[in-house]
């Protein structure tokens, strides 16, 4: 095996047990229920990268999951089916005040440009 291949293990690695960790913190703080309103900020077109989307493969309710991302992600629906998929940028997002009752975002704010965007997004 080569140092990169190794390097690579290691972070798929590291990369799952972190995410599984965050969905159990999630599970203890918000204990997911019906009838929740759920906004996931952040959703990744390429679904078959290690990690990516780990909230909406886990999220027990899919029906009351509203997933928005910057790409199209209308490959994603057959899927998880009965997830509301939106294509918007997360420093406009374009729902109402008190429209959901938990917003999720995991790795997005490093992503979305300078300190004053970040806080926008925020």
């Known amino acids: 095996m ?18 599984e960790g965050k969905w159990r913190l999630y599970e203890q ?6 009838g929740e309103r759920v906004l996931d900020v952040g959703v990744s077109k390429f679904d078959d990268l290690p990690g990516e989307n ?18 199209d992600l209308s ?17 406009a997002l374009p729902f109402e005040d008190q429209s959901f009752d938990v917003v999720h975002a995991n790795a997005v704010v490093e992503h979305v440009g300078p300190h004053v965007d970040q806080v926008r997004f925020v």
């Open 54 to 71: 780990y909230f909406l493969r886990r999220y027990p309710f899919p029906d009351q999951v509203t997933a928005v991302g910057i790409d």
């Open 2 to 19: 080569t140092v990169a291949n190794a390097l690579r293990d290691f972070a798929l690695r590291h990369g799952a047990a972190s995410r």
């Open 75 to 91: 490959g994603l629906s057959a899927r998880y089916t009965g997830v509301k998929f939106v294509r918007a940028d997360g420093r």
């Open 29 to 34: 703080v918000f204990s997911p229920r019906r």
